[in-house]
Structure formats: C-alpha cells, structure tokens
C-alpha cells in the first residue's frame, strides 16, 4: 500500500505541483483513505519527503524498463528512449526540486531522513551509455544530457514541436562529435 501511495503523490505532484495537492488528492488517486495516509505519514510535508525518496528508485526503474531490450539501439536512439522517459519524469523532478526549494520545512525533513540526495536523480544512466565509460568525466557527459533534456522539457512548453526536434538533433549532433562518433558522412546536410 506504501508504494501505491508514494506512486500516486509522485504522479500527483507531477500534474498539479506540490501546492497544489492535498492529502485527499494523493488519497483519491491512491484509491485509499485519507486515514490510510495519516496512519503512515503526519502530515503532507512527511509524505512528500518520502516520495522524494522513492522517486529516486521509481525513475531508476523506469528508465531501466524503457531500455530492455534495446540494447541494439545506437546513441541516438537511446538518446530517443531517454527523452521519452524524460517527458514523464522530468515534470515530477521540477516540482519536488522547486517544493524542496521553497518549503525549508520540507526541506529540514529531507535532509534528515534522506538516504539519498537530490543530486543523485542523475545518477544510474551510465550502464545504459556505455560509450562514457571511457572519457574521464563520464559522470558530467550525464549530467549534461540530463539538463540538456530538462531545458528542452521546459522549452516545449512554449515553442513549436518542429523546433524541439530541431534543437534534439542539434544536441546529438554535438554529442556524438565531441564522442567522436559521428555518423554522419561529410556534406551530409544536417
């Protein structure tokens, strides 16, 4: 029942952002009662610090599950399989980021009981880009794709979808230069 719960605020927090969600909504869309929560957790911001750290996991997951069987894909089709993972995930992180930024209560509990941090959400792609294993930064190639991928998340809420692709096609372009594998034969258009 715990994981149904943490799930349903995780989704919840997603589509409304953490102010706007009530213990009853995350009940709701549980399919629990309010009780059932109060029973585990006191109080909105307890829950909330939960879910902080089961969303750690719940992406891992997640992500783990879309690349199954997908181990055949070249870099720019993982790279595809991760944006569409992204487009999920990433709404959830902004608004646990932006509520750990502006309730210091929730940001108090977290820190106490968090086993792991915050920065740890861009942790675990590496077994799934093995082409990084050989650079010396292999973890800050990650963490570059993965805020690549969070500003393109916020750019398509306002821009055109022709250039989002546009702008992906750029950065996996860029990317496999700098990985020098570059598929692309000279005077090819880009």
């Not at 595809?80 to 992204?86: A, N, T």
């Not at 940001?107 to 294993?133: C, H, M, N, Q, W």
């Amino acid at each position: 029942m715990q994981r149904k719960v943490l799930d349903a605020t995780l989704r919840c927090i997603g589509e409304r952002g953490y102010i706007g969600v009530s213990l009853q909504d995350i009940a709701d869309a549980a399919g629990v009662s309010r009780g059932a929560i109060t029973h585990h957790y006191s109080s909105k911001i307890e829950l909330t610090s939960s879910a902080i750290q089961h969303f750690v996991h719940w992406r891992y997951e997640k992500v783990h599950r879309a690349f199954e069987g997908k181990t055949d894909l070249d870099l720019r089709g993982r790279l595809d399989v991760l944006w569409g993972e992204f487009q999920e995930i990433f709404p959830i992180m902004f608004e646990l980021i932006v509520a750990l930024r502006s309730d210091k209560e929730l940001l108090a509990l977290y820190k106490r009981s968090a086993k792991t941090r915050i920065e740890e959400v861009i942790t675990g792609y590496d077994e799934f880009f093995p082409e990084l294993s050989g650079l010396r930064v292999p973890g800050v190639v990650i963490a570059v794709m993965a805020a690549f991928y969070r500003g393109v998340y916020i750019e398509s809420v306002s821009r055109d979808p022709a250039y989002i692709e546009e702008m992906k096609q750029v950065f996996q372009d860029m990317l496999m230069k700098y990985l020098a594998l570059d598929d692309r034969q000279p005077g090819a258009a880009a």
